[in-house]
Structure formats: structure tokens, C-alpha cells
């Protein structure tokens, strides 16, 4: 591994611009001396003197001996730091302006302004993490909700990489006893005892391989939010009811961009559960040829979703289910479907009463598909009637498993194709094992298992390119 | 003064939303122990076992023995801290998620959580600082160009308070010898040598608070901006001179929403010096009563500019200007004025070169008005042509003095309002000792004297209205 300009000292604003409190990190093996000359303290010996792990008040002194801010300085000292460098962190006040002045000032005096994740990447190149709790540093950043906490807990205090290291192990055991193998290949009594045990070792690395990949699907959605598709005709009230989804929410709704992800759609948290909605182009009534181009649009989006909400317009709710029912229907396989009988209040009050007991659509549906399992709902967006009711039934269909601390669920693409591949390369095992085929080409697929898995805690074999595809989303500072 | 419930423990998060460290506040008697119960050290003992100014690695601890974050504490012991009471600092990852789980917990275990400014507020009631050195910690906050964060500076670190200090002692003297006066008023001898003296010191005293009351023009300016209203007919091009003047500069220009100002117009820091742009309505060329109406309002917001940028379309300078001198010259008296010719592209070629070296009004308002001290300059806005030399103008009609962090300047409208009544309490000394009023009438006005300097400092005269006027403005967490 080619070990990147980690031999400078590196600074950065870490606090976002406007609150009460602003801390510039500075880390490498000039921070301490670096500080010192931009630093005054109040009283006692220079930073150089003093203890790690102490906090020392005094001023920033600027140019033409003007006093920048009044600070207070934590100090660490190597390996025993974030980074695993010598490190101060400077405390101002938050002004920008003040800020910047600190910045310019250390940089002056030797620093370089940091790149985004860059002290976590020290952290890793020095050996204080592991690249997988290095990644889960910035999921833990980004987490909105209890779930996405709990799953970058458990991986930044290196839950994960023990499940990886056990398994490593057993690996590494399944290929010195292959090897014991073909050293004494000549014995064949001892090939056979030697084959059971191994396929038995074989099959528990795959059960657990298998589960890690399986369980990235709740940590996707955990992490990224469930993929819920609003879709029906633009009359229906679509816009309306997303609206009043997010307007009830808007307090916790997240608009942080990722540190992880590129961009994030409209998101919410009800009840701890993260939800995605994927915005679905209305479905137009207009000449055949443009509604089915519209439909089929949306109909890729409705895709990527685990859960649909088909919004109807109850004044015309027979009319729009048929219309759709036999395009949306067979799309809907394998997902919650829920029929959101919307404007309920506007059908008069006889049938009123009928579509909050038992909405008009689902004698239509039921007859239309009798197999298909779904949920219906009366609501009137417009006027927020019904909109907890909905947001229940989506917790309920979003059934995702409690996820706790202890928990190793995969929340990483990156994992999870290295998972993937390592998982491939034991069914290869498996299935060498099982047609006999000779140790040594049996081991390398064994070889191959243990490097996908050793990509996802790093080491030896990460390559910049890949180091720098994971920092760089993360943010300045971290 | 009321010490209002400074008797409990308060906590806050401080940093802004969205960095990669995010720290929480906690002051009050209980700070320590309440830290405790939800924080676990990595070893050694609990917070309450160790040395102030120390840090500690370990781990909030949340509920179902769950771990909400890996944390660093500060830890301060009162008097020695901010506030002057026992505090910490609990410096997390910048997830919002963990930010306020850690403040719940915090609140469970007996915290409430801070109100705007509550810690400075503490500080102030708790003796750290006077009531000047507190109001200069949001501005200090709030400053964003070289100029208002050295007057905060200053301000923070008392060299107001030394200033006023010095003339309340040099009041007191004069206070104790008028009363000396008044107890040897029989010695009639005695009196003359007095009033000689006394007025030497009253009119050093004079001299000092009006040399402060003069100065809040200048801090004005540096904290609020240098007010420049830009006047024109609709079709002058104000509004395109406007944004081409805040887009060359747009990655200065501020959008804090002050801490200690309200609403801020659009500014912008050109060389170091803050400018605030009024908007002013164009004034139409429609029928008569509706344009003296127009050049009505963009007067009265004309009045509160210190320069006024006039722009005129050069291709029909002169009938603009002859249009609205008579009604602009008379009200830019003591303003410094810019005629800003727009439009000299659209001149013709002769014409532009004519424009460029003498613009066309120039001539024109010289012989309307002989008397005004104004500038002249050509711009093409759209094309941005000339915007730096406007710049260079502006900075120029500025004309604030340098000031260094030594120099004592007053920022404060509360402080101007303050000295306003000082200065006229020692004006009224002034006059009863010329007028040879008896001394316990000039010792009346002494002491309304006295109580206005140290309304600005304040103490125990301070009263709980003044002090939430004050600290509602300030961000949480400071």
C-alpha cells in the first residue's frame, strides 16, 4: 500500500459555519509545534510541555500582534489520538471569519488545508481502524435514525470485523488443512477423513457468508431509507398526499447530503423507520400513445420500490382501478401494495360513510386479482384526514426485523459485492469439493474467499483508488 | 438583581448542524455528577474522580445498554471555566441523531435544556465577565470582516470596561471632593480652589464619553455595514448594478441572521470594510403624482444612506438627471453621492469615448448644483465593465479610520444610548458649576452620571428586562 502524503500536517474546520463553538483539527508529526506558534496561553508552560489529553486556555495571535480569538486547545499525542498522530483540536468562537483567520494562520505556519476524511483515512493507514469501521464512521455521521445508528455503531466498534476475522480464521484453518492435504496426498485414507471435516467447515463459512450478504437488504434499507413509489393519475392527488406525508414529518425530515451517498430524495423517519419516496410522474388521461409512454415511466421507478402507494381518487375510484389495475397489479409482485383511497371526503355523504368503512375500490381489486395481497385506505390529503393512519400502515409494511447493537447487518455496496464474490468463491469451494476435485485448485478458490473478505477491512491489498473513492465523500474535518 | 435560576444544571449543543464533531455544553453545580451517570470513561475513573482541564475518551451510554456515541469530555471545575461553574463539554460525531439522544439523556438525568445566550448570561451573573464583555462575545460571533471583529475583540477582552472604569474613577474623585466641598462650604477660599479643579476634571470626563458617543458612527458602520442606498429611474439599471456588485463578491457576501441584529439587508465586505445596500424603489416615469409618490419612499430610505449610488442610462443621461437632481442634490447633503453613468456601451462610439474620460452629467450637475462634493464614474453593469473601479469608490467614500484593537470604539446601540445620557448628565454638571450651583445639585447629576456608565458594564442595578433583551439574541449554546 502506498502510503499517501501522511507525513505533513493537515488541518480543518470541523464544525459547520454558525453555531456557538468552532473547532479546527490540526494532525501529524508538526501539529504540537505548529499550534505552539500561533498559540499564547493564558498562563504555564507551551503546549510542547504540557500533558496529552489536557485542555490549555489562552489566544490565537494573529498579525501586527492582534489577538484572533480566545481558545481553548485539547492536545493528544501519538498513537494516542484519533488519527494515531500527534493532534490538537483549537476551540473558537463560532465565527467564520475567525475561522478562517485560524485556518490562515496554520497554514502559514506549515499545515496543510485537509481533504474530506482525511484524518480517518490517517486513522486507517496507521493502523487505529480497520477500513470497514473507518466507512461506518461516516454512516454513523449520517445516521437520522435508531436503526442506522445502531448498524454504524456496531461496525465502527468493530462488530463487523470480528464476524470477519472469525471467519477468516475458519478459512485459514480450511486451507492449512488443505494443504496438510496435499502434503500427504499420497495417503488416500486421509483424504477422506480430511474432505468431511472440510466440508463441514466449508459449509458453516458459507452459512455465515450467506447471511451477511442476505442481510444486506435490511441494512440498505435501513441506511438509505424503504423505496416507496407514489404512484396514480395526477388528479388523484399524489402531490397532495406527499405533502401532507412530509408536512406531518418535516421536523425530522433529513436534507443532510450524504456523507456516503450522492443525493438523497425526499426522506422520512416515522416511528424510527426511514422511508425513501421515489417521485413517479402522474399518470396522464390523455391520448393513448403519451399515457402508456407516462405509465411505462413510471412504472420503472415503481421498480426500485419495495412498497407502492397507488393513490385513487375516490369520486372516481372505479374509473382509475381499472384503468391501471391490469398494468400495476402484476408490477406489484413481491412488493406491499397499499390502495390510498384518497378525497374520501368529497364523495357524498352516504357513500362517505361506506368508503371509511369499507372503500369502494376493494370489491373491484379483489374480483380483478384475488391473489394479490394488499392494504386499503380511505384518506382526504388536502385536509390531513387519515395521513397517521397511513403512516402506520407503512410502518407495517415496511416489517423490518429490530436490528440491535449486536447485530452485524451489511449496509455497504462496497461490502456487499465483496461479500458477494467471496460467497461465489465458496460455492466454488463447495462444489470442487464435492466432485473431488484435486487440493490445490480447490485452494485457490479458498485464497479467493479470503481476499474479497480482506478487502472490506483493507490492509495490504487497498489500492489509492479504492481509498479514494471511500474518502471522498466523506466530510472536511472527519 | 434577581439571580434568576442559575441554580440548576443546563445543557445545549453548541455547534452548528452538519459538521463532522458536534459538541455539547453543560453548566451548573450538577454538570460533573449528571455527566457521569451517562458517560463511561475507556479507563481510569469517572469524571468526578479527575483534574479539571482534562479530557476523557469513553462512551455515552444509552438506554437498553446501548452506546450512543464514542465521545471526548472536557471537564472544568467552577470557578475556572466559562461560566464560573462546574462544566463539561461532550465532543461527539456531527450526527444530529447522536446529538440529541445524547441531549435527552442528559435531560433525564436532570439537565434543562439552555436558553439563547444562558451560558454567557452565567457567565456574567457568575462575575466571569461585565455586561459589555458579554455583548461583545455574540458580537464576536457575528463579526465577519477584520474591522468589527477587532471592536469585538477589544470590547471581549474589556477594553471598554478599562476605559469606563477609568471615568468612573475619575467621577468618583470628583464626586468626593464636591462632597468635601460641601462639608467645608463655610471656607469660602476653600470652594474656589475646588471648582478650578473640578472642572478640569469634568471636562476631561466630557471629553472621554463624547470622544465614545462620536466613535459609534464609526462602530456602527463596521458592525452594521456602511448604509449606500442606490437610487435611479426604473430603467437605470440599479437592480442589474445590484447583483453584478454582490455576485463579484458573492462568496463574502454574509447571510448570518445576526445574533445581535435583527434582519440584515443584503452586505457585502469589499477590501475589509462591510457595506449594507438599501433597496430603494426605482422611480417610475409614469404620471406625475405616482413618481413623486415613487421618489417619496426611495427618499425616506435615501435619508438612512451614508453614500448614495445615482445611477443614470447613459443614452439618456441628461434628461434623468434634470429629472431628479432638484429633488436629490438638496437631500444628499452630508452624504457622500456617486453618479454611476450606466449603460456607456450602449453609447456610440464617439459618444462612449467622451462617456468613458468625462461622463456626460458631469458638466450638467456642475452647473446645477456648483456646490456638491460628488464622484463620477462609467460602468456597463450587465457586461460587469467597470463594477471593480465602482468598488475602489465605494471603498474610498467609505472613509472609515483604521481601527486597531486597541482603539476603543462603541458598536452598541444599548452603549450609545447609555453614553447619550452620560454626556448629557455631565453637559448639566458642567453648567451648575459654571452657574456656581450648589455642589449637592452638581453631585446629583455626578451620580446620574455614574449610573449610566455603569448601566453599559452593569451589576446590580441591571434588571432582569435588560438582561433578556440582551441574551435573547444570542445563539443557543453560548
Known sequence: MNILYTDDTICAIATAQGGAIGTIRVSGKEAITITDKIFTPASGPTLSGRKPYTLTFGHINGENSEIVDEVLVSLFRGPHSYTGEDSTEISCHGSSYILQQVMQLLIKNGCRAAGPGEFTQRAFLNGKMDLSQAEAVADLI????????????????????RELSQL???????TSLMELELDFSDHEELEFADRSELSQIASQVEGVINGLVQSFSVGNAIKN???????????????TLLNALLNEERAIVS?????????????????????????????????????????????????????????????????QINALKDKVIPRCEGKKLILVMNKCDMVN????????????????????????????????????????????????AAALPEVTQNDVVVSN?????????????????????????????????????????AEIVGGEITNDEVLGNIFKNFCIGK
Not at 477468516?168 to 480450511?174: A, N, P, Q, V, W
Not at 390523455?286 to 369520486?315: P, Y
Open 255 to 319: 436534507d443532510i447530503h450524504g456523507t456516503t451517498r450522492d443525493v438523497i430524495e425526499d426522506t422520512m423517519n416515522i416511528k424510527g423507520i426511514l422511508f425513501r419516496f421515489i417521485d413517479t410522474a402522474g399518470i396522464r388521461e390523455t391520448s393513448d400513445t403519451i399515457e402508456s409512454i407516462g405509465i411505462e415511466r413510471s412504472f420503472q421507478k415503481l421498480d426500485q420500490a419495495s412498497i407502492v402507494l397507488w393513490v385513487i381518487d375516490s369520486t372516481e375510484a372505479e374509473t
Open 168 to 174: 477468516r480464521e475458519k478459512l485459514l484453518h480450511l
Open 413 to 453: 455496496v462496497r461490502h456487499y459485492e465483496a461479500l458477494s464474490h467471496a460467497l461465489e468463491a465458496i460455492h466454488r469451494v463447495q462444489e470442487g469439493m464435492s466432485i473431488g476435485l484435486s487440493g490445490d485448485l480447490v485452494s485457490q478458490d479458498l485464497r479467493e474467499c479470503l481476499f474479497h473478505l
Open 349 to 396: 355523504n352516504a357513500e362517505q360513510s361506506d368508503c371509511l368503512k369499507e372503500p369502494s375500490g376493494a370489491t373491484i381489486l379483489t374480483s380483478a386479482d384475488s391473489g394479490m395481497n394488499y392494504e386499503m385506505i380511505s384518506i382526504a390529503a388536502k385536509q390531513r384526514e387519515g395521513i397517521t393512519e397511513l403512516q402506520k400502515l407503512l410502518v407495517k
Open 142 to 161: 449520517a445516521s437520522t435514525s435508531a436503526a442506522s445508528h445502531r448498524m454504524a455503531m456496531n461496525q465502527m466498534r468493530g462488530g463487523f470485523s
Open 225 to 239: 431509507g424503504i423505496p416507496v413509489a407514489i404512484i396514480g393519475e395526477t388528479n388523484a392527488g399524489k402531490s
